[in-house]
T-cell receptor
Framework: EAGVAQSPRYKIIEKRQSVAFWCNPI?????LYWYQQILGQGPKLLIQ????????DSQLPKDRFSAERLKGVDSTLKIQPAKLEDSAVYLC????????????FGQGTRLTVV | KNQVEQSPQSLIILEGKNCTLQ??????????LRWYKQDTGRGPVSLTI?????NTKSNGRYTATLDADTKQSSLHITASQLSDSASYIC???????????FGAGTRLAVHP
């Protein structure tokens, strides 16, 4: 079974620029999560999708962050404009029925804003 | 407030020694509790999932315990290896939509 795919693995941008991350969840998984993980901290949920609907985006800084999940499969997370404090690893995860709704994570995208 | 707290924040042990990591949770409604291992530069990988009725579950040298009355869980690592050096994160899903509440993690370093 293929895992959660994310790209790119690394990205360096200047502040005020825009950036987009892509996630392809495990086939058949209805739930997709985007997390922000700052160095030394646990992951913080940005947005959670159930199919193509948003379940929770309460911690998404909507003035600069946006996410979409077209057709309930792939998802993109965008930051525009980026700030220095956005430097973090952005993790995508998916979960589906069975296996206790276990969440499977991608490798993450490490973003550095300079 | 739904939250997960872990201790210690970091831990250094010698190769071959045992260690125990702690997790306290206040998540309602409770369905299960999970331990993840996160190697540096990689995404978290599940070690165990424990439901309300399970007290102990093992995965190789990893043994997790759950006390649903006190809302505490522990992860015990036996005969540690250098490859055990990682962050260990306790996670409790909350609500019908499987919202994951993460602890801050324990950073374990195993030294030769």
């Amino acid at each position: 079974e293929a895992g959660v795919a994310q790209s790119p693995r690394y990205k360096i941008i200047e502040k005020r620029q825009s950036v987009a991350f892509w996630c392809n969840p495990i086939s058949g998984h209805a739930t997709l999560y985007w997390y922000q993980q700052i160095l030394g901290q646990g992951p913080k949920l940005l947005i959670q999708f159930q199919n193509n609907g948003v379940v929770d985006d309460s911690q998404l800084p909507k003035d600069r962050f946006s996410a979409e999940r077209l057709k309930g499969v792939d998802s993109t997370l965008k930051i525009q404009p980026a700030k220095l404090e956005d430097s973090a690893v952005y993790l995508c995860a998916s979960s589906g029925p069975g296996q206790g709704n276990e969440a499977f994570f991608g490798q993450g995208t490490r973003l550095t804003v300079v | 407030k739904n939250q997960v707290e872990q201790s210690p924040q970091s831990l250094i042990i010698l190769e071959g020694k045992n260690c125990t990591l702690q997790c306290n949770y206040t998540v309602s409604p409770f369905s299960n509790l999970r331990w993840y291992k996160q190697d540096t530069g990689r995404g978290p990988v599940s070690l165990t999932i424990m439901t309300f009725s399970e007290n102990t579950k093992s995965n190789g040298r990893y043994t997790a315990t759950l006390d649903a009355d006190t809302k505490q869980s522990s992860l015990h690592i036996t005969a540690s290896q250098l490859s055990d050096s990682a962050s260990y994160i306790c996670v409790a899903p909350q609500g019908g939509y499987n919202k994951l509440i993460f602890g801050a993690g324990t950073r374990l370093a195993v030294h030769p």
